[in-house]
């Protein structure tokens, strides 16, 4: 049976291992689960998560690693153009589906495209606005790969795609197609990649846990990221809770 596990939140924080979480993935292979890692982070490349797990003690097998980069390519067909505000895992997924990537701010026209595709850019400025702008204002259409506001790291809470993603659809006047986690490009994508889920487990509520009620399986929520202990109501509300990923291990198992 398979584990979804969110990243941000429930694995690391940044560059950070959350306590126990290598543990806990460890234990849970040991038990004879499948781990699958997906996150809403669309800026790195799939190598760069796997070298990422590698580091924290945590090698994963490529095909156990999905991400919204991944879900927002499946939005595109081979032959289109997009112009995209994020990093190179998105670039590296177009790129895997036959998708020309343009970006902003090179010094010459971007030029007609199908698509302006946008996730996390700690790049983004004035001038990457105004070229999406003009392009949804031509005509293409508007992918976030996820509406995440924030993230969640060790120095506190950072702003997300998501807040990105509402400055570019209110200058270009664009309703964005939203990729990531809980919306339906990426549920097909984990019914394609991975079939059957046991639990999705995460640290928000509004796309973790209404990703699991998506998949019709159970939502685990951990107190590592973005919701805080003494919470008080959630929606959804989670099937199971712990102080972390660890601990929730431990009571599934145990």
């Keep these: ?28 292979r040991a038990s004879g689960h499948r781990v699958v890692l997906l ?14 797990l590698e580091r924290m003690g945590m090698p994963t097998d490529p095909a156990d690693v999905l991400s919204s980069a991944m879900a927002a390519a499946l939005l595109l067909e081979a032959g289109e153009r997009a112009l995209v505000l994020g990093g190179p895992g998105i670039v590296e997924e177009l790129m895997a589906r036959g998708v020309t990537s343009v970006r902003p701010g090179t010094g010459r026209e971007v030029g007609p495209v199908d698509a302006v595709v946008v996730g996390m850019d700690p790049s983004f400025d004035f001038s990457s606005l105004a070229a999406a702008a003009t ?14 506001p924030a993230f969640p790291t060790p120095a506190g809470m950072l702003p997300g795609a998501g807040a990105l993603l509402a400055a ?31 639990i999705v487990v995460g640290d928000r509520p ?17 107190l590592t990221g973005v919701t805080p202990a ?25």
């Design 1 to 28: 049976m398979t584990w979804l596990l969110d990243c941000d939140g429930v694995v690391w924080l940044a560059e950070q291992a959350i306590a126990g979480a290598r543990e806990a993935v460890t234990t849970l």
């Design 39 to 52: 996150t809403n982070n669309s800026f790195p490349r799939r190598s760069d998560h796997l070298a990422k």
């Design 135 to 148: 392009a949804l204002r031509a005509g293409a259409r508007l992918i976030g790969t996820n509406d995440d």
């Design 168 to 198: 570019v659809a209110r200058a270009g006047e664009a309703a964005p197609i939203i990729a990531g986690k809980p919306y339906p490009p990426t549920v097909a994508l984990v019914r394609e990649r991975i079939g059957e889920v046991e």
């Design 206 to 222: 509004s796309t973790d846990g209404l990703l699991a009620r998506r998949l019709e399986t159970r939502f685990g929520l951990v």
């Design 230 to 254: 003494g919470h008080g109501q959630l929606d959804p509300e989670p099937d199971l809770e712990a102080s972390d990923l660890l601990a929730l291990a431990h009571a599934e198992l145990h």
